[in-house]
């Protein structure tokens, strides 16, 4: 199964990395296909590079590694996206990370299906900082991914994924959901960075 990762910072090659270590194919694609190869000559076996729109086609799940302002001028440069599979993973955040520019009656994630009506958009893995995607950065501890989408076969698509990557995906209902992970994102962010925890911190939802 080939995946796009479009975006080439943190997120971008930390699960491009983890994913093609997993044994997928991916494909990352950046607005500089030289950059994006660059990233995937890093990487090695099982990677590849592109621009943004050769990526988009050649996968049908693609993970958005991007900040969630650029992501809608994105999407509609991006061709066909009927169907496929979209992985929001962003937390729409000020410049100085105090606030969430979205929410309480929407989302990231709801606006970029808005932006995509016929893809299938699943908010996952907003609350794992990039420091903790490769799997011996978790020393063994496994982390929760919260997933959120409103179709069936894309939200497994996405569990299965996170599962392959040592990750326990958590069933977070439909995509409107995420109007609530995404303040989990942000107080994950204060802890990490504003609270003095460091970026090895992750939430966990307990069950007595
Ligand atoms: N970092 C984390 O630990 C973390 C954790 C959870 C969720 N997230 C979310 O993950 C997403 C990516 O975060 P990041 O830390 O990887 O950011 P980043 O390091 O700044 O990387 C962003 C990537 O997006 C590209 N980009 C920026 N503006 C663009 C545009 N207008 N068109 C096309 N490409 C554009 C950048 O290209 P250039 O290199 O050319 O600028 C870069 O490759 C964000 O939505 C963030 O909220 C991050």
């Known amino acids: 199964m080939k995946i796009a990762v479009?975006?080439?910072g943190n997120i971008g090659a930390a699960y491009a990395r983890a994913l093609a270590e997993a044994k997928y194919e991916v494909v990352i694609g950046h607005r500089e296909p030289g950059k994006a190869a660059a990233v995937a000559q890093e990487i090695g076996s099982n990677a590849e590079g592109s621009g943004i729109v050769a990526a988009f086609k050649l996968a049908d799940l693609v993970l958005l590694a991007l900040p969630y302002p650029a992501i809608a001028e994105v999407?509609?440069?991006a061709g066909d996206l009927t169907s496929k599979v979209l992985v929001d993973v962003s937390n729409p955040v000020s410049a100085d990370f105090q606030d969430l520019t979205v929410g309480l009656t929407t989302s990231a994630a709801e606006q970029i299906q808005a932006a995509a009506?016929?893809?299938r958009v699943v908010k996952a893995f907003n609350t794992i900082f990039a420091a903790l995607v490769p799997a011996q950065a978790r020393?063994?501890?496994q982390l929760q991914v919260f997933i959120a989408g409103d179709d069936a076969a894309a939200t497994a698509q996405v569990s299965k994924l996170a599962k392959t990557?040592?990750?326990a995906p958590v069933n977070a209902g439909p995509l409107c959901n995420s109007r609530f992970l995404e303040p989990v994102g942000m107080m994950n962010i204060q802890f990490g960075f504003?609270?003095?925890v460091g970026p090895s911190t992750a939430p966990a939802w307990l069950h007595i």
């Open 194 to 196: 504003f609270l003095g």
């Open 75 to 77: 999407l509609a440069g």
């Open 165 to 167: 990557l040592g990750f």
């Open 6 to 8: 479009i975006g080439t």
């Open 139 to 141: 020393q063994s501890k």
């Open 117 to 119: 009506p016929s893809a």
